[in-house]
């Protein structure tokens, strides 16, 4: 099984998981063509795609959904709450709410309802029976209940979206601030860190920080943040970022 990053930021976003022919792509914020670009980066044609999955209707993981499917009559799977809250409307293979599990090829995979300001956001966990990749991004708060679904992980995506003194100090309007800021915004670099710390990161294998602000937060402030919380090696903390994403991560 192994997981790679098309690229994660508020300009786009997309995550590729993969086990044997069985390719999943976790949104399509990029345009039809930019995907086609930074798929071939990673070996993969489209045509390859099993399934698409979208967390939520923000146009930084939908922009492309829709031609994607249609080019290539990929699948598509989301919340019957992202169909409702997406501008341009998406032919939709079958919905998945909290709790569901989807088995799409050599993978499978369960749905967990996260808090975000979206209509109903998801995100996933997928496994390929005996190692399981937790996403988690676009969330502003968690409880317990999540934290269950997000058990005995072999990997983690999760965001660290935002530092909180640099998004008090910066430029955004009150307003912004407070929805980025907000239960059901994004989470902070503490935030992801306390979260990280409560699942437990031992075991992991591969720990990536995603859905870093350009404006809000730098690296070496998130790395440092999960650094003094986990006290995990530095060199081997990963970061997804906006251009070129993640290669490929191997999960034994």
């Given amino acids: ?17 993969a086990s044997g022919d069985t390719y999943i792509l976790v949104d399509c914020g990029f345009s039809l063509r930019e995907t086609e670009r930074r798929l071939a980066l990673l070996g993969v044609s489209a045509t390859q795609l099993s399934a698409v999955l979208v967390t939520h209707e923000h146009a930084d993981h939908v922009h492309g959904v829709g031609l994607l499917a249609r080019r290539y009559n990929t699948p ?12 341009k409307p998406v032919e939709v293979a079958g919905f998945l709410g909290c709790g569901d599990v989807l088995q799409v090829g050599d993978l499978q995979v369960s749905a967990a309802r996260v808090e975000h300001d979206a209509y109903e956001p998801l995100q996933y966990v997928i496994s390929d029976g005996s190692r399981r ?7 502003g708060s968690y409880d317990a209940n999540l934290l269950a679904r997000y058990q005995d992980l072999d990997a983690l995506l999760i965001e660290a979206n935002h530092c909180r003194d640099l998004l008090a100090r910066g430029h955004y309007p009150r307003f912004l601030k407070l929805r980025v800021g907000g239960s059901q915004g994004h989470l902070n670099n503490h935030q992801a860190a306390s979260l990280v710390a409560e699942l437990g990161w031992q075991r992991l294998q ?25 006290g995990c090696d530095p060199d081997w903390l990963q970061v997804a970022n906006q251009d070129q994403g993640l290669d490929w991560r191997h999960i034994a």
Avoid at 4 to 12: F, I, P, R, T
């Fill in 1 to 17: 099984m192994r997981f790679a990053v098309l690229g994660s930021g508020s300009q786009g976003n997309g995550t590729l998981i």
């Fill in 206 to 230: 591969h720990l990536v920080l995603a859905h870093l602000s350009s404006k809000n937060n730098l690296p070496h402030l998130a790395r440092q943040c999960f650094v003094d919380t986990l």
């Fill in 76 to 87: 598509v799977y989301m919340s019957q709450g992202t169909l409702r809250g997406l501008r």
């Fill in 133 to 139: 990749f937790g996403m988690l991004t676009d969330l």
